[in-house]
C-alpha cells in the first residue's frame, strides 16, 4: 500500500506533456536578432521568410506563428531599433535634473558597438525606404513618429510638474531629435563628420543645454 501511495505522488510531481526548452519570448528574441542580421547582409527585398526560418532552424510553422508576415517582423526590428536610441518611457519616481534626464533619454554616451549596430539600421532603412514605400510607412509610424510622441508626451509631463516651460511638447520634441539625431547619425557616405567621439559628445551636451536653458520656468519678473 505505502508503495502504491509513493508511486501515486510521484506521479502527480511528474510534469504532463512534452516540456517546452524555450518560450515564445525567447524565440521572438531570437527571430529578431537573425533576421536583422539577414537584412543587413541581402537588404529587405533579399530577405524572405523561408530564409529567416532556416537560419533559425525552426519550421516556418513557427515562424509564421510568431511573425504571421515579412512586414509585422521587420516592425519588431524597428521596435528594438527605437529602444536603442530612447530610453523611454522613464522611472515615475526619478528626480533627475533636465540635461541629465535628456541625456539618458537620448543615450548619448552609448559604447561604440551600440552605434555600430544604431548606424547599420539606419543605413539600411534609408537605402531600403528608397526602393520600398512600405518601408518608409513602417518607419515613419512605428519608428520617428512614436518617438517624437512619446518624447512629446514626457516633456509635457515635465510641463504638469512644474520642471518646465514650453509652449508646444510636440514641437519641442521635433526640435530635439532634429538636434541630437542630426549630430549622432552619420550621413552616408560621410562617416567622419566629426574628429572624435569626444568632440561630438561635447556638441550634443551643447544641444541639450541649449534647449535646457530655453525651457528652464520664469521666476518672476525682473
Request: aromatic share 6%.
Amino acid at each position: 500500500m505505502l508503495t502504491k501511495e509513493r508511486a501515486a505522488k510521484a506521479d502527480q510531481r511528474r510534469p504532463r506533456g512534452r516540456p517546452k526548452t524555450i518560450n515564445d519570448d525567447a524565440r521572438r528574441a531570437e527571430i529578431v536578432s537573425e533576421a536583422r542580421a539577414t537584412f543587413y547582409e541581402l537588404g529587405y527585398g533579399g530577405t524572405t521568410m523561408d530564409l529567416v526560418a532556416a537560419r533559425c532552424r525552426m519550421s516556418k510553422q513557427t515562424l509564421y506563428r510568431l511573425f504571421p508576415s515579412k512586414t509585422e517582423l521587420f516592425m519588431a526590428i524597428i521596435a528594438e531599433h527605437r529602444a536603442s536610441m530612447f530610453a523611454l518611457p522613464r522611472p515615475a519616481d526619478e528626480d533627475l535634473p533636465l540635461d541629465e534626464a535628456l541625456e539618458q533619454i537620448f543615450m548619448i554616451d552609448m559604447d561604440e558597438a551600440q552605434e555600430r549596430e544604431r548606424e547599420a539600421f539606419i543605413h539600411l532603412a534609408l537605402s531600403e525606404s528608397q526602393q520600398f514605400p512600405e518601408i518608409a510607412t513602417l518607419l515613419h509610424t512605428y519608428g520617428a513618429r512614436q518617438s517624437q510622441q512619446m518624447l512629446a508626451d514626457w516633456l509635457s509631463e515635465q510641463q504638469r510638474r512644474g520642471l518646465i516651460e514650453i509652449a508646444d511638447a510636440s514641437s519641442g520634441a521635433r526640435m530635439l531629435m532634429n538636434m541630437i539625431f542630426g549630430a549622432m547619425i552619420s550621413k552616408p557616405g560621410h562617416p567622419n563628420d566629426w574628429p572624435n567621439r569626444e568632440t561630438r559628445l561635447r556638441h550634443l551636451r551643447h544641444c541639450i543645454a541649449i534647449f535646457t536653458a530655453g525651457v528652464q520656468p520664469r521666476k518672476g519678473d525682473c
